[in-house]
């Protein structure tokens, strides 16, 4: 079974959104070889239409680009990526969405792949919160896949 059968396999009915890369960050790469309907469904392009893609087809004229270089840099250093990006659907429309990035490690424990979570949110109203819920929270509260607090702004958590 290859990885993307088996990410297939358990991610297709998730309320979340989860894409698959092959691990060639340097452009044009990285290419997509799975989207799941719930990215479909936020971002607004067909699965055919972002496989053999790259990511970058989500990014506008708004998008921090100091934010997408830093995501290339930690998943190369460390092999995540946690934070808040400004995403641009197919119909030109930004939204603010979650990326929760890690490597799918081969036998050998090298990255054979990167899968993101990825989840849109909204600002919370007023000060930040010191609560583990953080700054931002997600516009469908069914999508609660990432573990990890968010607890700053448009930046990196973990
Ligand atoms: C699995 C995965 C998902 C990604 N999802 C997004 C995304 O939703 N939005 C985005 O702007 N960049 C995303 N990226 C990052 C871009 O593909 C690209 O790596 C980034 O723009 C840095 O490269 P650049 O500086 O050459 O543009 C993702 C990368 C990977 C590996």
């Known amino acids: 079974m290859t990885i993307v059968e088996l990410v297939q396999m358990f991610a297709e009915p ?50 921090n680009r100091e934010l ?8 190369q250093a460390e092999g995540r990526f946690h934070g808040v990006l400004e995403n641009y659907r197919k119909s030109g429309e930004a939204y603010l969405c979650e990326i929760d990035v890690r490597p799918i490690l081969n036998r050998e424990g090298g990255p054979a792949a990167f899968i993101a979570f990825e989840r849109e949110v909204v600002r919370r109203r007023g000060r930040p919160s010191q609560s583990t819920a953080g700054r931002y929270r997600p516009l469908d509260p069914t999508t609660t896949a990432c573990p990890v607090p968010l607890s700053a702004a448009g930046g990196v958590f973990t």
């Not at 060639?24 to 067909?46: H, Q």
């Not at 997408?68 to 998943?75: C, I, W």
């Open 14 to 63: 998730l309320d979340v959104a989860v894409v698959v890369t092959d691990i060639d960050l340097e452009r044009p790469g990285p290419t997509v070889l799975y989207a799941n309907p719930a990215f479909a469904r936020m971002s607004g392009y067909a699965v055919t239409e972002m496989l053999g893609s790259s990511p970058r087809l989500l990014q506008g004229p708004g998008t």
């Open 68 to 75: 997408t270089r830093m995501l290339a840099r930690r998943l």
